[in-house]
């Protein structure tokens, strides 16, 4: 799919998203994603009944008498879109590639925030920043990112997760949601993931391919990885080949849920014959009733 058709279909996102947004996240937003929390209002007496662990020891001592910090709900939330452009995701055996599918996804978790009043933003990375969208709020601000997510041209090939995550942690001081929209055919990056996990709500969202998970019963061919460029020879004719294929693919897959159930962060999969906006409602769904 070129940039043209897919800049069309996420276009036309808004007729889907709405249903998803009015069906279900209108009235739950907030429950689904972790916000920001509670943020700073001011300092009072304190009174029978209040939590000393609020106690404002500093105003107290100056006052001499004790002073309690007190705290509202934050209205606003920030959501921030790690988006991996690398070469790997470029590949597609069906009608849609990685890209177009990790596209659409963003576009509807985009949709959802402004259509909640709350910011959004993008990280597009590989093994580099491609480029950075600071979370702003608005259909204007929105329409701009769409076109960004159709029509970005990396420079780079490969992904450096670690990059991106350091790029997120140096620009998103307060909480937020970030949702890592990946391949994850990436070097392991998890000790920084966990760290981001600790002071915002991440959300691994994993984009496969059939392609990804077997070979096809051919003769021998040459198989290049789009990342490094490397090239291997693939018996498709062997079936102890083809086993070991998926067993390994399988295998690393399991390790990746596992670890990110390990280190506190929620996970998604969509393949690219999945039907996105459905996708995300069961996701969504799941999420709610936990």
């Known amino acids: 799919m070129d940039s043209l058709q897919l800049l069309s279909r996420i276009r036309n996102i808004p007729l889907v998203s709405a249903r998803l947004v009015e069906g279900f996240l209108s009235g739950n937003y907030r429950s689904v994603f972790k916000g920001p929390g509670l943020e700073f209002d001011e300092v009072r007496e304190y009174s029978t009944g209040d939590d000393v662990r609020s106690i404002d020891w500093n105003v107290t001592s100056r006052m001499g008498s004790p002073y309690v910090k007190t705290f509202r709900e934050e209205r606003e939330m920030a959501l921030l879109l790690m988006i991996d452009v690398s070469a790997s995701l470029q590949t597609g055996s069906g009608t849609y590639r990685k890209a177009d599918t990790a596209a659409i996804i963003s576009a509807l978790l985009a949709h959802s925030a402004v259509h909640n009043n709350d910011r959004v933003g993008a990280v597009f990375f590989s093994d580099r920043i491609e480029k950075w969208v600071p979370p702003m709020k608005g259909r204007n601000h929105l329409m701009r990112l769409v076109q960004d997510m159709a029509s970005i041209e990396p420079k780079g090939r490969g992904s450096d997760l670690s990059c991106a995550i350091a790029c997120v942690e140096q620009s998103m001081k307060r909480r937020g949601i970030c949702i890592l929209v990946s391949d994850f055919r990436i070097p392991p990056a998890y000790r920084q993931m966990s760290m981001l996990a600790r002071k915002h709500d991440l959300i691994a969202v994993k984009i496969t391919d059939p392609a990804d998970r077997k070979v096809p019963e051919t003769?021998?061919?040459?198989?290049?990885?789009?990342?490094?460029?490397?090239?291997?020879?693939?018996?498709?004719?062997?079936?102890?080949?083809?086993?070991?294929?998926?067993?390994?693919?399988?295998?690393?897959?399991?390790?990746?849920?596992?670890?990110?159930?390990?280190?506190?962060?929620?996970?998604?999969?969509i393949d690219t014959e999945d039907d996105p906006a459905r996708a995300l409602l069961s996701f969504f769904r799941r999420r709610k009733g936990k």
């Open 219 to 269: 003769g021998l061919m040459e198989v290049q990885d789009p990342e490094s460029g490397m090239i291997i020879k693939s018996f498709g004719f062997s079936p102890g080949y083809r086993k070991d294929y998926e067993d390994f693919w399988l295998a690393d897959h399991i390790f990746w849920q596992r670890e990110c159930r390990r280190r506190g962060i929620d996970s998604m999969v």
